[in-house]
C-alpha cells in the first residue's frame, strides 16, 4: 500500500503533463475524424483543361467535341503556345484532329487523331476511353448502315445508358468512422502510456533509492507487483477516457457486438503497451531517452503495422516485419471485427488469435522486465 500511495503522490505531480498529454492526443483524434468524410456511393467525374485541335472543322469532329465537353475544359490556345501550355500543365492534354479525318473514318485507312497527355494521367486515360466509345459507337452505326437522323443524338442516347446499382446497407451499420478512431487509437496509447508511465517510473529509478528500496520491508518482488498494478489502473485510466470520447462520436456504433469488441481488443492492446512500457524503464534510466523512445515507437509502428496506412496497401515484406509488433495485431483485429455481420467461432477465430496473440507479447515482455530487473539488481547490490 507504501508503493501505491507512493505511486499517486508522483502521479499527482505530474498531473498537469498528464492533462496536456491526453487533451493533445485526443484533440488530434477528434480534428482527423474530423477530417474524414463519409463514403458516397455516387460518383462525379472531375473535368480537366484539355486543347482541341481541330483542322478537319466538320459537323463530326464538332460533335465529338461537344460530347468530350462534359469530361473536359476546352481551352483555346493558339498553336504556336501549345507546348508551353503543355509543359506548364496548363492543360493535361492535346487532342489534334487531322485534317480529313472524317472522310476517311468509313474507310479501310482511317486517320487516326493524335493525342498527347501527361504521363500515367488516370484524367487522360478516362478521356481517351470516353473518345474511343464515340467513335466506336459511330463506326458501328455507318459501318452497318443503321438509319438514324442524327448521328451524334443517336450515339449520345446510347452511351447515356448506364445500369442502376443500388447499394444495400439493411441491417448493416457502417463502422469506417470508429475503426479509424481505434486504429489511430493504437498510436495515441503508445505515445501517452510510455510517455506518462516513462515520467513516473523514472522516479524510482536513482540508485540511492533502488538501495534504500532493497533494505525496506517490502521485498523487490513485490514492489515490482504493486508497480505494476499502478501502472495498469493508470493504463485502464486512460483507457476509458478514451472510451468514452468513443461513445460520444459513435453512440450508434460502439454499443453493438462490433463496437464492444473494438473496445475488448483495445483493452488487449492497452495490456500488451502497459507491459512493453514496463521493459523501457527497465531497460534505461534516462527520462528523455525514454520520451525519445516511445515517440520513436509510436509513430514507427504506426506507420508499418498499418495504424496511418491500411494493411492492404503495405508491402508484404513490412508486413513481415510488423507480425512482429502488437500493433500489427490489433489493426488486423479491428480490419476484421469492423466487417463481421454473422458471429460463429469460425468467423470469429482469426479474431481470437490477434487477441491471443497480443497477450502472448505482454507475457514475453513481463519475462524479459523478471529476467533484466534481477540482473540490474545483483549488479547494483
Do not use: C
Not at 443524338?153 to 475503426?179: C, H, M, P, R, W
Not at 499502478?230 to 493504463?235: C, D, H, P
Amino acid at each position: 500500500m507504501i508503493v501505491f500511495k507512493l505511486y499517486l503522490k508522483i502521479l499527482n505531480k505530474n498531473k498537469t503533463a498528464i492533462l496536456v498529454y491526453l487533451t493533445i492526443f485526443i484533440g488530434l483524434t477528434v480534428l482527423l475524424m474530423s477530417t474524414l468524410s463519409k463514403n458516397t456511393t455516387s460518383f462525379s467525374s472531375t473535368k480537366f483543361d484539355v486543347a482541341y485541335v481541330d483542322h478537319d472543322q466538320t459537323k463530326f469532329t464538332s460533335d465529338l467535341k461537344e460530347y468530350l465537353s462534359d469530361y473536359a475544359n476546352f481551352k483555346e490556345i493558339d498553336n504556336d503556345a501549345l507546348e508551353d501550355a503543355f509543359f506548364y500543365r496548363d492543360i493535361v492534354m492535346i487532342i489534334e484532329i487531322p485534317e480529313g479525318f472524317t472522310d476517311s473514318f468509313n474507310t479501310n485507312q482511317p486517320l487516326k487523331i493524335m493525342t498527347k497527355s501527361v504521363p500515367d494521367s488516370s484524367s487522360s486515360f478516362s478521356l481517351e476511353s470516353q473518345m474511343e466509345k464515340y467513335l466506336n459507337l459511330a463506326a458501328i452505326y455507318l459501318n452497318n448502315d443503321l438509319s438514324t437522323d442524327d448521328l451524334n443524338q443517336a450515339i449520345i442516347a446510347n452511351l447515356s445508358k448506364s445500369a442502376t446499382v443500388e447499394l444495400s446497407t439493411k441491417g448493416n451499420v457502417d463502422y469506417e468512422f470508429a475503426q479509424a478512431y481505434y486504429d489511430y487509437l493504437a498510436y495515441m496509447i503508445l505515445a501517452l502510456v510510455i510517455t506518462v508511465m516513462g515520467s513516473i517510473m523514472i522516479s524510482f529509478k536513482p540508485v540511492d533509492i533502488v538501495r534504500r528500496n532493497n533494505i525496506s520491508a517490502i521485498s523487490n518482488k513485490k514492489m515490482n507487483l504493486f508497480l505494476i498494478f499502478a501502472n495498469a489502473l493508470l493504463g485502464l485510466g486512460f483507457l476509458v477516457v478514451l472510451i468514452i470520447v468513443s461513445i460520444i462520436l459513435f453512440p450508434d456504433q460502439m454499443f453493438k457486438t462490433n463496437g464492444l469488441l473494438l473496445m475488448l481488443n483495445s483493452f488487449i492492446f492497452m495490456i500488451s503497451v502497459i507491459t512493453l512500457s514496463y521493459l523501457l524503464v527497465t531497460l534505461f534510466d534516462s527520462k528523455n531517452v525514454i520520451n525519445g523512445i516511445g515517440n520513436i515507437f509510436s509513430l514507427g509502428f504506426s506507420f508499418i503495422t498499418g495504424v496511418f496506412i491500411p494493411q492492404i496497401f503495405l508491402d508484404p515484406s513490412i508486413l513481415t516485419i510488423a507480425r512482429l509488433i502488437p500493433s500489427y495485431w490489433y489493426v488486423a483485429a479491428n480490419n476484421r471485427i469492423v466487417t463481421l455481420n454473422h458471429y460463429n467461432l469460425s468467423i470469429m477465430k482469426p479474431i481470437i488469435t490477434s487477441y491471443l496473440i497480443q497477450f502472448g507479447f505482454a507475457i514475453i515482455f513481463i519475462i524479459l522486465t523478471i529476467i533484466i530487473s534481477k540482473k540490474k539488481q545483483k549488479l547494483e547490490s
